[in-house]
Each structure stands twice: as structure tokens, then as C-alpha cells.
């Protein structure tokens, strides 16, 4: 029969404490790497499959339904519908936050209401924990915050956060 | 969509064991799965030298700490000297290693199989939450420091703002699972509490509450799966696997609609069409769907085809997912109210249907007579989904 740690054992619960030294270098690959330089441009680039006509963001070479290459690059707005958001009041660790953090999920356009896949992008929405809790801000029209061009990396932080407009 | 399948033999459970869900056991992962293996093999009538292949399930490694999980629980799981394998999506595991003992008995490679689920979740330090940074991707998505909990949030408001659906109609989900695990004796976190109650806790992630989550757990479980002929020799009361199912939908869960589980519909409808259901609602006596959030269970009771999308609430409300309802949903108390050692939770599930068709659920024995039962879990980035559908 298993058995459940006590309180008192935890006191004096020996933990092994051990920081690995990993480090990596992803490969961003042909799609995600000219996605990340548009970023830097301010663009949003997506790739069309022209035998589906959907639009991959982020971009992939290759359209999964489909399963053949993709057949061009096209400019997606900037703008978008807010499908999700939410307020995070602990961080990744699962410390507690005062202040919270919200983000979400924005139908990029062009795309329409009823397609179950779009051209999407998960970030942070500049709005604020009532405007979350009111769920006022899902469906709502949002255009990207950009970094000033000379602090910008190429990098999904070079959108700062989605805006109401 | 189109499954051509071939089915050799086949398959009963005729035997299960789980551990207490708990925190923090004192046991390794490999007694743990040493102590579920061996009561599953003692249900069965069987000895470890019976068994002709093992299965082993566990999420990832990096929860107990260790490599290779499948090699490492090996001999706690009797693997050793044995063809074994190990199957990993997510927290869709538990099923998959149901699935993954049903079809190496099925095609007619071992007539014995021992499945063995375990985790230890409560190793991580300080939190089993950093462990899941690695489940996003790493150049979109991680440089804004997701919590895992985020994308369940993000769901969760989806699925409530497509529907009109309140938070007050998916606390009941927690109410109900967690008053059903009082009868569970190896349930972690069995109590009487109310909708007020969830609605007051303490808030992670709006609108993702403390009492929406289940618990942090370790636990394990195992079933034996054995084919026709052998089954009728050590048991009167089989319970076949009579449809399975399972699918992944694609990792860009930003570009598609979170409000429904699309990927769980698709392995619904395998599992269902080998089982010959075409009215599930109508066919299904007793559902356990995997609710590790509470919100989870209504949207899987809605891919599982046991509600119209969006009425899953309504019906709950109903009274129909009671124990004494039409369709009783989660009688063991599921991941809310057992506690969510992720593979061990999942094949749980199997399990607790298996029991109640069996009859010896005890306690947790819905009082209608049940005859078809479906166990569902689901897992990493709303992608993958796996369903199992058992008759007596
Ligand atoms: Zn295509």
C-alpha cells in the first residue's frame, strides 16, 4: 500500500538540487524565419495553399490537409478579431502576480467567423482584468503595437501587444 | 473521416489495479507501478510469467525526474525480458496505453498483456508548472513566458463566449466530481463543496479558478488485457474493448477554434464506428471523459457526442450526468475529484468504467444496470485526443 508523505516529513525532506547546463539553438526553418524578419518590418506574413486557399500563420512550407508545398507568400493584416482572452495572475513558475498578465488569441484578417482554422497568432492584449472578466473584449477589432523599428529583433516581442480599435 | 481496420482477435480486461492518488508518495515511480501491475495481475487470476508483452505509459520524463520513463519503470511494470513499449501523447496517455495493450492482442502478436500507467508529479520543485514551459513552442510562443495553465484559460473563455455559457454552470462539473470521489477509496480529494465555493477561489488564470483544476497527484494504474479464448478461461465476467479510437490535431492552436475539441470527435467516431454506435447518446450507459479543468469534461462530453455542442451545461444541470442520471459522467469522481497523475489519471478512467461494468465498483456502482461504457482522455496543446468503448 502506497504511502503519503506527513507535514512533518516534509521538513526534513532531502532535496537533490540540480541546474542542467542546457542551452539550445532552435532552427527557425524557411517559414518561421521570414515570419520572424516581416516582424521586423512590421509585416505579417502567411503562406497560401493554393489547392485548400488557406492561409498558414505562422507560416509553414507545407500545407498539412493538403500535404503538399505551399504555393506562395501573402501579407496578412495586422489587425484581427480577439477569439480568446484571459488574466494570468501567476507566472510560469506558478509564483503569484500582482499585476496581471493578459493575453490571448487573434483571428488575423482576412478570414471570416466561420472558418475553424484561420491565420492566428497568440499574444498579449493591452486591456485591462475587468475588461477581460466582462468578456467585452472577445470579438473585438484589435491592430498590432509595434515596437519602434530600431528596437525591433526580428523576434514575436517586436509586437508589443494587440490593441482595441 | 476513413480508418480501415483489420481486427484479428478479440480483446477482454479481465483484470485492474490502482494505487491511491495522492501527494507526494513516499514509494518510487517503480513501486508504484510494482503495486498497480501486481494487484491488476491479481484481479486477473494471472502470474507475471503468463504475461506475453507489456505496455507502459507515462507522460514526460521530466516530471519524476528521470530518463527514458519506459526503460526506467520497467521492471516495477514486470517488463523485464519481455517485449515492452511505451506510449506517450500527453495527458491522452492513459487511454493510449489501454489502447496500445488492446492492439497488441488484437492483431494476434500476444495473447497476454500487461498495461501499466504511472507519474509522480509532486518531485518537481518548486512547481510541476515549469516543467510544462517545454510544451510551447520555443521561438513563437515562449519568449512571452507561458504558464500551461493560459492555454486552458484561453479555451475555456472561448468555449464560454461561444455559447453564452457562466462560470457559475462549469463550477457544477467540480461539485459534482468531487462529491462522486467521496465513494472513491483512492481518491485524493473527495468533498461536499458548493458552486460558491469554486467560485471563490483563489483566481490562477481568469477564467481558470483554483477549485476549476484538478490536483497535483502521483499514482499509478494497470489493467491485463488477454483475447477471447483466453479471457473465458480465467474469468466469467469479461469486459470487451469494443471500439478504439485516437487522433492528433496540428500543434498551431492559435489558427483554429478552441471552443470545440474537433480532435476528440474524430477519435469519438472510430472508436464508435468499430463499436457499432451510431446514436452515442442513446448507447453510451456510463462516460468517463477526462476533466483535468472542469470546463474540459463538458467540452469532451460535447466531442464525445453526448451533448449538442454548447448544451453540455444545460444537461448537466439537468441532472443527466449524475450518478443517477441517464448518461452518469465521471461516477469515480474523475481528475477533479481523484486526483490527476497524468498517464496513471487517464488509464483510471479505463479503468473505472471497466469496474462498472464489471459491477464491482462499489460505491461509485451507478444503481441503473450499465452495459456500455466510454473512457476518453485528451492531451498537450488541445491536440491530442484518445477513446476506448467497453461492453459487458
Ligand atoms: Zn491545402
Known amino acids: 500500500m502506497v504511502t503519503p508523505l506527513k507535514e512533518e516529513d516534509l521538513s526534513k525532506h532531502y532535496i537533490i ?19 520572424l524578419l516581416g516582424l521586423k518590418e512590421g509585416k505579417i506574413y502567411g503562406r497560401k495553399c493554393n489547392k ?14 493538403c500535404f503538399r508545398a505551399t504555393d506562395e507568400w501573402v501579407e496578412v493584416k495586422d489587425e484581427g478579431i480577439v477569439m480568446t482572452v484571459v488574466a494570468s495572475f501567476i507566472s510560469w513558475t506558478r509564483a503569484k502576480l500582482e499585476e496581471p498578465e493578459i493575453v490571448g488569441v487573434i483571428r488575423l484578417l482576412p478570414s471570416n467567423n466561420r472558418d475553424f482554422v484561420y491565420p492566428g497568432i497568440f499574444h498579449r492584449i493591452c486591456a485591462s482584468y475587468e475588461q477581460v472578466k466582462s468578456m467585452e473584449i472577445i470579438g473585438k477589432r484589435v491592430k498590432a503595437v509595434w515596437k519602434p523599428k530600431e528596437e525591433r529583433k526580428g523576434s514575436i516581442e517586436d509586437i508589443q501587444c494587440f490593441k482595441v480599435i | 473521416m476513413k ?16 494505487t491511491p492518488f495522492r501527494r507526494r508518495l513516499l514509494e518510487t515511480p517503480q513501486e ?28 514526460p520524463d521530466a516530471f519524476d525526474g528521470v530518463n527514458l520513463k519506459g526503460e526506467y519503470l520497467s521492471h516495477g511494470s514486470g517488463g523485464i525480458r519481455k517485449p515492452v513499449s511505451r506510449v506517450y501523447v500527453g495527458g491522452a496517455t492513459g487511454v493510449m496505453t489501454a489502447i496500445a495493450g488492446w ?21 518537481d520543485r518548486p512547481h510541476p508548472q515549469a516543467i510544462f514551459r517545454y510544451i510551447w513552442d520555443p521561438i513563437l510562443e515562449k519568449p512571452l513566458n507561458p504558464n500551461l495553465i493560459w492555454i486552458f484559460a484561453m479555451e475555456m473563455h472561448r468555449y464560454m463566449a461561444t455559447y453564452g455559457i457562466k462560470k457559475e454552470e462549469i463550477a457544477l462539473v467540480s461539485v459534482k466530481n468531487k462529491r462522486n470521489a467521496v465513494n472513491n477509496p483512492y481518491a485524493q480529494l473527495g468533498s461536499n463543496i458548493t458552486v460558491e465555493d469554486v467560485l471563490k477561489s483563489e483566481v490562477l488564470v481568469w477564467p481558470v479558478q483554483l477549485l476549476d483544476v484538478s490536483p497535483v497527484s502521483d499514482g499509478g494504474a494497470a489493467i491485463v488485457l488477454a483475447s477471447e479464448d483466453v479471457a473465458r478461461r480465467y474469468t466469467d465476467t469479461p469486459v470487451w474493448v469494443e471500439g478504439v479510437g485516437w487522433t492528433l490535431d496540428n500543434t498551431e492552436w492559435p489558427a483554429r477554434d478552441l471552443s470545440y475539441a474537433r480532435y476528440v470527435e474524430f477519435a469519438a467516431r472510430m472508436a464508435y464506428k ?12 456510463v462516460a468517463e471523459p477526462y476533466d483535468p ?14 451533448a449538442k455542442r454548447g448544451e453540455a451545461p444545460k444537461l448537466l444541470k439537468e441532472g443527466v450526468f449524475d450518478i443517477d442520471g441517464d448518461i452518469p459522467s465521471s461516477p469515480s469522481g474523475g481528475l477533479l475529484g481523484v486526483g490527476n497523475p497524468i498517464a496513471a489519471a487517464g488509464l483510471m478512467k479505463v479503468i473505472s468504467i471497466y469496474w462498472q461494468l464489471k459491477g ?25 485526443g484518445t477513446v476506448i468503448v467497453l461492453r459487458n
Request: with cysteine.
Open chain 1, 17 to 35: 538540487s540540480y541546474k542542467p547546463n542546457a542551452k539550445y539553438a532552435y532552427t527557425a526553418g524557411q517559414a518561421q524565419s521570414k515570419y
Open chain 1, 52 to 65: 485548400c486557399g488557406r492561409i498558414h500563420v505562422p507560416p509553414k512550407m507545407y500545407c498539412e490537409e
Open chain 2, 3 to 18: 480508418v480501415n481496420i483489420h481486427l484479428n482477435k478479440r480483446v477482454a480486461v479481465i483484470g485492474a489495479g490502482l
Open chain 2, 32 to 59: 508504484i507501478a510494482w503495486e498497480a501491475a501486481s494487484k491488476a495481475l491479481d484481479e486477473a487470476g494471472l502470474e507475471l510469467k503468463d504475461i506475453d508483452c507489456v505496455v507502459i505509459g507515462s507522460a
Open chain 2, 103 to 123: 492492439y497488441h492482442v488484437a492483431s494476434g502478436l500476444c495473447q497476454k498483456v500487461l498495461a501499466v500507467a504511472e507519474e509522480k508529479m509532486s518531485p
Open chain 2, 274 to 285: 468499430m463499436a457499432g454506435i451510431e446514436r452515442p447518446n442513446k448507447e453510451i450507459d
Open chain 2, 293 to 306: 479543468f472542469d470546463y474540459k469534461e463538458l467540452h469532451h462530453l460535447e466531442a464525445l457526442q453526448l
Open chain 2, 360 to 384: 464491482t465498483a462499489g460505491k461509485m456502482q451507478v444503481k441503473r444496470p450499465v452495459h456500455t461504457g466510454v473512457a476518453q482522455a485528451w492531451g498537450d496543446l488541445m491536440q491530442a
